[in-house]
């Protein structure tokens, strides 16, 4: 769910029609008939019924209800005969709210007031449906994020490629940070990344975004697709 089922609305990994297209950075092109619901996006006109916007949603929310799915089962997992080490029980969840807090910070910036959905142990008498969109999300954005900063180490989980460690944590919650202007919150976490020597600039900029340059010295988390095979 990183990068979104839907094709266009729906991708989340580059947030193309939400950052460039509305910001005149780049134009669709083809035909003004073509994909007509990009051309709302675009001029600020949208409303619930645009199929990017029901795109947006529903991948976000999808991938909520998996991270919560996951801390679910891990807890009933927990309290069985076949528990885990709580340190990498631990490590299960850092990485699940991690996501969950991915997931609905990319629905806060293109909706704004959103519901945070949590797991029904969480939530208590409160049904996921009645979880009120009274704010953006921001307080337990940054709770989730943090408790992966506290519970997950430099390296990712079990040495997979692709998986958030503390450093992906750490620039996710600056980058909230940053989305609410607190540059101030946000620069000190930025530092310590910074500081670590866990990551350097690559020569070439363009190294960031080609397959055979992936997952280079400047990639702190970087979402892994695969060109060639189904898997």
């Not at 969109?133 to 921001?138: A, H, M, P, R, V």
């Amino acid at each position: 769910m990183l990068n979104g089922n839907a094709t266009f609305g729906g991708e989340m990994a580059v947030d193309y029609v939400w950052g460039s297209a509305t910001s005149d950075n780049t134009y669709k092109g083809t035909t003004f008939g073509d994909q007509s619901p990009f051309n709302d996006v675009e001029r600020y006109e949208s409303n619930p019924s645009n199929a990017y916007m029901d795109q947006r949603w529903e991948d976000t929310y999808n991938g909520v209800a998996r991270a919560n799915e996951v801390l679910t089962i891990l807890a009933n997992l927990q309290e069985s005969e076949a528990a885990m080490s709580e340190s990498r029980a631990t490590e299960i969840e850092a990485e699940a709210k991690f996501l969950r807090a991915w997931y609905h910070f990319k629905a806060t910036i293109v909706f704004e007031n959103i519901p945070y959905i949590k797991t029904a142990a969480e939530l208590g008498d409160i049904a996921p449906s009645e979880v009120p969109n009274d704010s953006e999300g921001w307080d337990d954005i940054e709770a989730d994020f943090q408790f992966a900063i506290d519970n997950l180490g430099p390296e990712p989980p079990n040495g997979d490629v692709g998986r958030a460690d503390m450093y992906a944590a750490m620039a996710a919650k600056a980058k909230a940070h940053m989305f609410q202007n607190e540059l101030n919150e946000a620069q000190p976490i930025l530092d310590a990344i910074i500081n670590s020597g866990a990551f350097q600039l690559v020569g070439n900029y363009d190294d960031n975004f080609r397959q055979d340059t992936e997952n280079n010295a400047e990639s702190i988390f970087e979402i892994q697709a695969t060109a060639q095979e189904w898997c």
